[in-house]
């Protein structure tokens, strides 16, 4: 940790990726030049192709921050650095702390600053961590998606109503065939 002249302090903090589902990298034949690492996803040519995959399970980066640095520029820092091009709006920043033997997360909001919390927790790792996770507030953000995706949804919504109906549709044939047995075999009367 370093003061600077404008009294902001610079440090590194270390984020926990938990994340559960795959995220979206550029593909392409050529590994990315040192300029297009610099440049990072969505700056300059627009991503045409993606490949997705699962990042390792528990994967811990370091970053040097500023104590103004913000949970939001965190977050677009760390998809920088592992080069994915997914909205940074699907993702949290999440403070972690060890209490009792009990683990307690918070969601951070976008302006809180992780570095200036850290130095406030003190250096204990229990008393305070970072960890990103999928950004689940229980609504969707539709707007983080692109195009192909969306139509995907649709795609999977489609199925999903036309098998619902389908079974549907067989539990009443299948009443409606009982009660014509039913009516068939009682004499009148």
């Known amino acids: 940790m370093s003061l600077n002249k404008d009294g902001s302090y610079t440090g590194f903090i270390k984020v926990q990726l938990k994340l559960v589902r795959p995220v979206s990298v550029p593909s392409s034949k050529k590994p990315p030049s040192l300029q297009d690492v610099r440049r990072g996803p969505g700056r300059g040519t627009a991503v045409k192709r993606r490949t997705s995959f699962y990042l390792p399970k528990d994967a811990v980066k370091h970053l040097h921050v500023l104590s103004r640095t913000r949970a939001r520029e965190v977050i677009e820092a760390l998809l920088r ?31 809180e600053q992780p570095l200036r919390l850290r130095l406030l927790a003190g250096p204990s790792e229990k008393a305070l961590s970072f960890v990103l996770k999928e950004n689940d507030s229980g609504e969707v953000n539709w707007d ?5 995706e969306l139509h995907n ?6 199925r999903e109503e036309e098998e619902h109906l389908r079974q549907i549709l067989q539990k009443y044939s299948y009443c409606r065939q009982k009660i014509q047995e039913a009516l068939h075999a009682c004499p009148l009367g």
């Open 81 to 111: 650095k592992f080069l994915v091009v997914d909205d940074p709006r699907k993702f949290a920043l999440f403070e972690r702390a060890e209490r009792h033997g009990q683990v307690y997360l918070r969601k951070l909001s976008d302006d």
């Open 144 to 148: 983080a998606f692109s195009m192909p």
């Open 153 to 158: 949804f649709l795609r999977i919504l489609q």
